[in-house]
């Protein structure tokens, strides 16, 4: 006759093993989804910091390819860069704008950028003067004409030069030794291209190395040179 009052179960050994191992794979599945929690967050930063520091890249080296010669009437010649440094660049540009309500351009207009980085806002910003004349003589207003941050949360490179600037030497070939700066009235005539480097952080501020996204991009100045004289730079005579 089968019984139905069978008192057996699990004895106190079997059980705490149970809840041991229980305990275990929980353990480990809490690990694994906070590793998958993070990756995914540092992924996110990074993407982010990519997306942006390549935006304010792509606007920086656009206005810098769009050089023009002008002369202000303290300026000896007409020139394409105004000064330079390490965290600073200040060029003379020649963009075509749309008029407003229109989609297309209207005639280029020429205007004085500076780029600068910030080190202790963290920002590269952009400050530009509208310029007033015909070229190659043009005058500019002492008051901006208009400022805006190209990229916030942004860190100078290893280095800490964020514009490098560079000259030929006399058989043609760029000289792999950058510039003197700030710049002077002699080599400002002499850039024949202009290296610009930055880290781009997440909009959040992280910096962990691993969500940052380094940036660098050379521009060479779109001038004829003497090939007599390559050393003397760019012709900027109009």
């Given at each position: 006759?089968?019984?139905f009052?069978?008192q057996?179960?699990?004895?106190?050994?079997?059980?705490?093993?149970?809840?041991?191992?229980?305990?275990?794979?929980?353990?480990?599945?809490?690990?694994?989804?906070?590793?998958?929690?993070?990756t995914?967050?540092?992924?996110?930063?990074?993407?982010?910091?990519?997306?942006?520091?390549?935006t304010?890249?792509?606007?920086?080296t656009?206005?810098?390819?769009?050089?023009?010669?002008?002369?202000?009437?303290?300026?000896?010649?007409?020139?394409?860069?105004?000064?330079?440094?390490?965290?600073?660049?200040t060029?003379?540009?020649?963009?075509?704008?749309?008029?407003?309500?229109?989609?297309?351009?209207?005639?280029?207009?020429?205007?004085?950028?500076?780029?600068?980085?910030?080190?202790?806002?963290?920002?590269?910003?952009?400050?530009?003067?509208?310029g007033?004349?015909?070229?190659?003589?043009?005058?500019?207003?002492?008051?901006?004409?208009?400022?805006?941050?190209?990229?916030?949360?942004?860190?100078?490179?290893?280095?800490?030069?964020?514009?490098?600037?560079?000259?030929?030497?006399?058989?043609?070939?760029?000289?792999?030794?950058?510039?003197?700066?700030?710049?002077?009235?002699?080599?400002?005539?002499?850039?024949?291209?202009?290296?610009?480097?930055?880290v781009?952080?997440p909009s959040?501020?992280?910096?962990?190395?691993?969500?940052?996204?380094?940036?660098?991009n050379?521009?060479?100045?779109?001038?004829?040179?003497d090939?007599?004289?390559?050393?003397?730079?760019?012709?900027?005579?109009?």
């Amino acid at each position: 006759m089968r019984r139905f009052d069978d008192q057996r179960g699990f004895t106190l050994v079997e059980l705490l093993v149970a809840c041991m191992l229980g305990m275990i794979v929980l353990i480990a599945i809490f690990g694994l989804v906070d590793t998958t929690n993070r990756t995914t967050s540092r992924i996110t930063q990074r993407v982010d910091a990519s997306q942006r520091g390549r935006t304010a890249m792509e606007q920086t080296t656009q206005a810098l390819r769009s050089i023009v010669c002008v002369k202000e009437p303290a300026a000896v010649a007409p020139r394409v860069i105004q000064s330079g440094d390490n965290q600073q660049i200040t060029v003379y540009t020649q963009l075509q704008k749309a008029p407003a309500g229109q989609a297309s351009p209207s005639a280029p207009v020429t205007e004085r950028r500076e780029y600068r980085y910030d080190a202790a806002a963290d920002t590269l910003n952009e400050t530009v003067w509208a310029g007033a004349g015909t070229l190659p003589d043009l005058t500019f207003p002492a008051a901006a004409t208009r400022r805006r941050s190209v990229l916030t949360n942004v860190a100078e490179p290893p280095g800490g030069r964020v514009f490098t600037y560079y000259a030929y030497k006399a058989d043609g070939t760029i000289d792999p030794t950058p510039l003197a700066t700030p710049l002077s009235v002699a080599n400002l005539a002499r850039v024949v291209r202009v290296r610009v480097s930055f880290v781009s952080r997440p909009s959040d501020g992280g910096r962990l190395r691993a969500v940052q996204a380094p940036f660098q991009n050379f521009i060479s100045m779109r001038l004829p040179v003497d090939p007599s004289a390559p050393g003397d730079g760019p012709s900027c005579s109009i």
